[in-house]
């Protein structure tokens, strides 16, 4: 079956950096668009960055310049690197793979900022 599983998540300072992965079986991880969603308590959930299978990157404006997406299709795993990290990043983060046999979601991934 088909499974994603986040690592990565914790509890950091404002201004420091962490770095989630992704980790995919189950799907031809090459042919998949992959991408990074939040949600914070209270709100709905939101795209963060995605990849897609030609390396194409893009980014929700609040987290331009200091969140990297990439992935490595060797080992089907895609990163988030988060740096200069804010309160306002706090969110459970959700790792999200599409492609032409359906869409899935991993389990999520806690991420707070605060000091």
């Known amino acids: 079956q088909v499974q994603l599983v986040e690592s990565g998540g914790g509890l950091v300072q404002p201004g420091g950096s962490l770095r989630l992965s992704c980790a995919t079986s189950g799907i031809n991880f090459s042919l998949y668009r992959m991408g990074w969603y939040r949600q914070a308590p209270g709100k709905q959930r939101e795209l963060v960055a995605d990849i897609t299978i030609s390396v194409n990157t893009n980014y929700a404006d609040s987290v331009k310049g200091r969140f990297t997406i990439s992935r490595d299709n060797a080992k089907n795993t895609v990163y988030l690197q988060m740096n200069s990290l804010k309160p306002e990043d706090t969110a459970v983060y959700y790792c999200?793979?599409?492609?032409?046999?359906?869409?899935?979601w991993g389990q999520g991934t806690q991420v707070t900022v605060a000091s």
């Open positions: 999200n793979s599409r492609g032409m046999r359906g869409e899935y």
